[in-house]
């Protein structure tokens, strides 16, 4: 089984990726590890941050309309919910 470390905000050199994990500790979203795994390849964190924002917090998308989405990929992976 493959073991994947937590990256911490200390082992980042480029501040705006520092500080979204930090940001992520913080606040618990988007889930710290999760972020803190995405860390290794900055590229992929920052897509990933900078389209979260994006669609949240710039209000590209309205919270009911994030909440469905939610909903239906939970649905399509068998999640309960």
Not at 7 to 34: C, F, H, M, S, T
Not at 36 to 54: I, N, Q
Not at 58 to 79: F, H, M, P, Q, Y
Request: hydrophobic fraction near 35%.
């Amino acid at each position: 089984m493959a073991r994947i470390s937590y990256v911490v905000p200390e082992e980042i050199k480029d501040p705006q990726l520092r500080g979204w994990l930090e940001e992520a500790i913080r606040d618990g979203k988007p889930g710290p590890e999760n972020q803190s795994l995405r860390a290794h390849a900055p590229v992929a964190m920052r897509s990933f941050t900078l389209t979260r924002k994006m669609f949240q917090q710039d209000g590209i998308l309205n919270k009911d309309l994030r909440e469905l989405i939610r909903v239906r990929i939970a649905t399509s992976l068998n999640c309960n919910y």
